[in-house]
Nanobody, 122 residues
Framework: QVQLVESGGGLVQAGGSLRLACAAS????????MGWYRQPPRGQRELVAT????????DYADSVRGRFTIFMVNANNTVYLEMNSLKPEDTDVYYC???????????????WGQGTQVTVSS
């Protein structure tokens, strides 16, 4: 079992910056990739950015490319999302996700964080 703890959400003015963090913890697991998703109140969850642990390969939604940066500190299985030039349309609940391998059963699974609110005022 993997637990995710998110932090860093809040209220910011348009044009401002925020950094989200998500730490994965547990026993006997190996992270394959981690990512951030967001979901509006009456919409579907959508990908924001992902990063693989070994190659640090990243992927971004078109709407955030060039403004957001995802990076990971492998030593403590923590992924960060640096958000710059924030816009009101970036307002959402942001969720962290990890895909990890259970080293005892050799099965892979995905785990989600509890979500953190990001609000950008105009």
């Amino acid at each position: 079992q993997v637990q995710l703890v998110e932090s860093g959400g809040g209220l910011v003015q348009a044009g401002g910056s925020l950094r989200l963090a998500c730490a994965a913890s547990g026993t006997a697991f190996s992270v394959h990739h981690m990512g951030w998703y967001r979901q509006p109140p009456r919409g579907q969850r959508e990908l924001v950015a992902t990063i693989t642990r070994l190659e640090s390969t990243t992927d971004y939604a078109d709407s955030v490319r060039g403004r957001f940066t995802i990076f990971m500190v492998n030593a403590n299985n923590t992924v960060y999302l640096e958000m710059n030039s924030l816009k009101p349309e970036d307002t959402d609940v942001y969720y962290c996700k990890v895909r990890a391998l259970d080293l005892r059963t050799w099965t892979a699974a995905e785990y989600w964080g509890q979500g953190t609110q990001v609000t950008v005022s105009s």
